[in-house]
């Protein structure tokens, strides 16, 4: 079965830092460009960051550029998403994705559960 697990999130004060972990499983990690998107209730599920099968390229939202930092793993089918200067409007849930269109067109998109960021004095 495919399986994203996330970790790392807490509690943490603002100017703190975080790193959240997704552990990736029953899929094929190395052809996947791998994702962090977030949701805080009420509002719409951001991308906050994705990076590329063989992680060559990064690409973030404005809002956490220059304080968050994706990374993988393939050899650990692991994807990171180190947060630094953290601020209230980072709170959030955190996602992992996984995303690959096969050559025939077939899209396939995992998710995690998520994990709970809280940024607070």
């Known amino acids: 079965q495919v399986q994203l697990v996330e970790s790392g999130g807490g509690l943490v004060q603002p100017g703190g830092s975080l790193r959240l972990s997704c552990a990736a499983s029953?899929?094929?990690?190395?052809?996947?460009?791998m994702s962090w998107y977030r949701q805080a209730p009420g509002k719409e599920r951001e991308l906050v960051a994705t990076?590329?099968?063989?992680?060559?390229?990064?690409n973030y939202a404005d809002s956490v550029k220059g304080r968050f930092t994706i990374s993988r793993d393939n050899a650990k089918n692991t994807v990171y998403l180190q947060m630094n200067s953290l601020k209230p409007e980072d709170t959030a849930v955190y996602y992992c994705?996984?995303?690959?269109?096969?050559?025939?067109?077939?899209?396939?998109?995992?998710w995690g559960q998520g994990t709970q960021v809280t940024v607070s004095s």
């Open positions: 029953g899929f094929t990690f190395r052809s996947y460009a």
């Open positions: 994705n996984a995303h690959w269109r096969n050559p025939f067109g077939s899209e396939y998109d995992y």
């Open positions: 990076i590329t099968s063989a992680g060559g390229s990064t």
